[in-house]
């Protein structure tokens, strides 16, 4: 498996207006999930994680909140290297 890369939505997105906290994260070139800073989240976890539709079979969790980006981008590289 590649190195996991965040771009943000509005570089790595043609058409759509994203916000600044709007990140795709992309293996190998293709966008395999996303980090954001949710709107409505468990109180002190903003930041959701999630794999992308298509890539989250056999993997567990798909999902989830955490405190800080930094801390999401390594919840989704945990799940996303799970066979």
Known sequence: MGQLVLKRASA???F?????DDYDVLADGAVVGRIM????APVGTPWM???G??????RSP?????ATREAAMT??????RRQ
């Open 12 to 14: 790595s997105r043609v």
């Open 16 to 20: 759509g207006e994203w916000r600044e």
């Open 37 to 40: 800073k949710a709107a409505a």
């Open 49 to 51: 994680w999630s794999l």
């Open 53 to 58: 539709y298509g890539y989250h079979e056999d």
């Open 62 to 66: 798909i999902y989830g909140y955490e």
């Open 75 to 80: 919840a989704f590289a945990k799940s996303w």
